[in-house]
């Protein structure tokens, strides 16, 4: 019954999130054209490292995300195959998702809320990798790593789904 339950929380933001993917390429042309300013003096000052930190938030959430998505595709192309969704196909996306996740958390900022956030469910997800079934990623721990890296992503304007 776990596995049923796990499968489709799988499933479900996948087929979501793979429907809205194609409109998030529109959202970078106005923030390109954005920058016209007329005194030289405002693009000099303390502004832009900061926009340029909530860019690499970003970027760890736009990655963080494609990672979680294509890791979901595989278990979709699987049971499309006809294939039974088995506890080394959830150990192997939850593997997927620790190891990916900690890479990308790590090149964010020290001081990065995301980056944090991706660590944290990054970790949650190698102990459900490491236990011998699904149902491991069925706790509290993992359910607040997720909501918190997804809460973290939303702050900086990234609609995720974890």
Known sequence: MHKTTLFRA???PAAVLALTACGGGDDTEPTASAPSTTDPTTASS?????AEAAKGDKELCDAANKVSLELRQTLLDAVSAG???TTEMFQEIFTGLATEFATIAATGEADSAVAAALTTYSEEAG?????ASPEAADNPAFDKATDTATEACQAVGVSVDF
């Open 127 to 131: 102990k459900a990798a490491a236990a």
């Open 83 to 85: 294939q039974e969704p």
């Open 46 to 50: 303390s502004a832009p490292p900061a």
């Open 10 to 12: 799988l499933l479900v």
